[in-house]
């Protein structure tokens, strides 16, 4: 199609380069309407889009349209825009999504973009207050905003995520994916709200994307490799970590990892890397580039815990078999909400080694805040503060 376009108004072709020619499948041709359930419309345009040899654009024009779970896959025979310029809302019951893990579920196949000014509004107020895992030991997993997986070449760009039951996003197994001007939103006391988990990924990007939750703004989970996370606002939040690593057996090494020119405002931690004590896992985590990055009232602006264990699920006496080597901590600048802004609690089992602190520039209260070092004989480079000795 795009050939015989070229061939009959090749100026007009040539003007446009860069612009993809695609087919426009406006949701209203598949019965889907403002006010209304689209499940079934989604479905139906997915599989035309998905079924066509040149690429297609879905659009979801403004207005609020109500939806359930969908779980579309590829392999698709061309790429797929979906631009979405609505509010699309996920039943506020969790029950009514029928167990599903996630309510956009779309995965398995290449060079798939979802774009627009549009809001997915996961309605999670009812499912935080059921399931805080804190206090009830039955709280069941909840079914997050989106799932990316098996997806390649692929882009998530403007778009917001907001008040997801669970994660808000999910990428697994993809390569190349890139989330750019995406928006993530929830209050700061929604539980395991966090806003982008990827695991077993390789080559994706966060870009210009602001993130306010209750948990975790990026967390970083096994397997992955080549990730950058850039021009990021974080806040509220739990901040942008690496883990946890180090529960089960099944897990891959994690090298490679680019944090930059990030904001974390009023978060607990800052950037972060943990690991479980007393568990069998005995990856590497390697090549932690951490840099530029501004933090405002942080609780733990820089962290490296080998003894993560919330609610006391474990014992510390068996350290942490997970080794961490060249970790780079630079340009660091802003103030701690603690005494102690910079923490490196590494394993006894085996020490990290390459960890570099080179300017970092942190206060609390107007002094400089100090460092608790664990396992680890960081490198100082500029200023920074030393380790003090531990009681
Ligand atoms: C995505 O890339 C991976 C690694 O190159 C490849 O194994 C997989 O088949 C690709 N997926 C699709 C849907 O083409
Ligand atoms: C990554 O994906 C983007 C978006 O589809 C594409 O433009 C770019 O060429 C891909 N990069 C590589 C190295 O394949
Ligand atoms: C740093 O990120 C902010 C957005 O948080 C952006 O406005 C600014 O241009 C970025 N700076 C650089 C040098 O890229
Ligand atoms: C840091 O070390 C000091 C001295 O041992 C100790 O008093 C303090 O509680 C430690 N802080 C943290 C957050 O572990």
């Not at 999504?97 to 999670?124: C, E, H, P, R």
């Not at 997993?141 to 996003?169: A, E, P, Q």
Request: net charge negative.
């Amino acid at each position: 199609m795009m050939l015989s376009i070229a061939i009959i108004v090749p100026f007009l072709f040539l003007a446009d380069l860069g612009a993809v020619q695609s087919l426009d499948l406006d949701i209203s041709k598949f019965g889907g309407a403002p006010n209304a359930d689209i499940t079934q419309a989604f479905i139906s345009a997915w599989n035309e889009a998905c079924a066509s040899t040149t690429a297609v654009k879905i659009v979801i024009p403004a207005g609020t349209y109500n939806m359930r779970e969908v779980d579309v896959k590829g392999p698709c025979k061309a790429p797929i825009e979906i631009q979405v310029d609505g509010t699309i809302k996920a039943p506020a019951n969790p029950d009514e999504l029928k167990g599903a893990d996630q309510w956009v579920k779309i995965g398995y196949t290449n060079f798939l973009t979802l774009s627009g000014k549009g809001v997915f509004d996961g309605q999670g107020a009812a499912a935080w207050k059921q399931n805080d895992c804190s206090t009830n030991k039955n709280c069941k997993m909840l079914c997050m905003n989106f799932g990316f997986n098996f997806l390649n070449n692929s882009i998530v760009r403007d778009i917001t995520s907001k008040d997801s039951k669970n994660f808000h996003v999910n990428v697994l197994g993809c390569n190349n994916f890139t989330f750019d001007g995406f928006t993530v939103t929830a209050p700061a006391t929604s539980l395991n709200t966090d806003g982008i988990h990827i695991g077993r990924s390789t080559d994706v990007k966060v870009l210009n994307t602001n993130i306010g939750t209750g948990d975790d703004c990026v967390s970083l989970g096994d397997g992955d490799k080549q990730i950058t996370v850039q021009n990021v606002h974080c806040g509220p939040g739990h901040g942008i970590s690496v883990g946890s690593l180090g529960k089960y057996t099944t897990e891959s090494p994690v090298e490679g990892v680019l944090i930059k020119n990030c904001t974390l405002t009023e978060t607990d931690n800052g950037v972060r890397i943990k690991t479980w004590p007393d568990a069998p896992g005995t990856i590497t985590v390697t090549d932690m580039n951490f840099e530029d990055i501004t933090m405002v009232n942080v609780r733990n602006p820089i962290i490296i815990d080998q003894e993560y264990c919330p609610w006391n699920q474990c014992s510390k006496k068996n350290p942490s078999k997970i080794k961490i080597s060249k970790v780079s901590f630079k340009n660091i600048k802003g103030t701690s909400a603690t005494p102690e802004g910079v923490l490196l609690i590494c394993s006894s089992g085996v020490p990290c080694d390459g960890v570099e602190l080179n300017n970092i520039d942190l206060t609390f209260n107007g002094a400089p805040a100090k460092a608790n070092c664990s396992n680890v004989k960081p490198i100082i480079t500029g200023t920074a503060p030393t380790c003090q000795a531990l009681a």
